[in-house]
């Protein structure tokens, strides 16, 4: 059974920064594409980063580009979102997401396979 587990959320001021992470547990994760997502309410899930577990390929939004790096640990089996000067804009929900067996960024929610239960990111102004 496969479990993502979301953590480092909170409340924040603009212009702080966090860094959320994702154990990944279940199973081998070496041949899969991991991604953060983001949903605000009322809007749909948005594609944040994603990352190519066995090569270390990462993926951007062009609009978040240069404030958020995503990042692996392969020892803890757990992916990492950094975000720097955090803006209102970003507040969400943010859900960590891996697609087994695969290569390549994914940018497409439902073209993934298992999902965590999201941390709450709010950035007040």
């Known amino acids: 059974q496969v479990q993502l587990v979301e953590s480092g959320g909170g409340l924040v001021q603009a212009g702080d920064s966090l860094r959320l992470s994702c154990a990944a547990s279940?199973?081998?994760?070496?041949?899969?594409?991991m991604g953060w997502f983001r949903q605000a309410p009322g809007n749909e899930r948005e594609f944040v980063a994603s990352i190519t577990w066995r090569t270390g390929n990462t993926y951007y939004t062009d609009s978040l580009k240069g404030r958020f790096t995503i990042s692996r640990d392969n020892a803890k089996n757990t992916v990492y979102l950094q975000m720097n000067s955090l803006k209102p804009e970003d507040t969400a929900v943010y859900y960590c997401?891996?697609?087994?067996?695969?290569?390549?960024?994914?940018?497409?929610?439902?073209?993934?396979?298992?999902w965590g239960q999201g941390t709450q990111v709010t950035v007040s102004s």
């Open positions: 997401a891996a697609k087994l067996g695969a290569l390549g960024p994914f940018k497409v929610a439902r073209e993934y396979d298992y």
């Open positions: 279940g199973r081998t994760f070496s041949s899969a594409v």
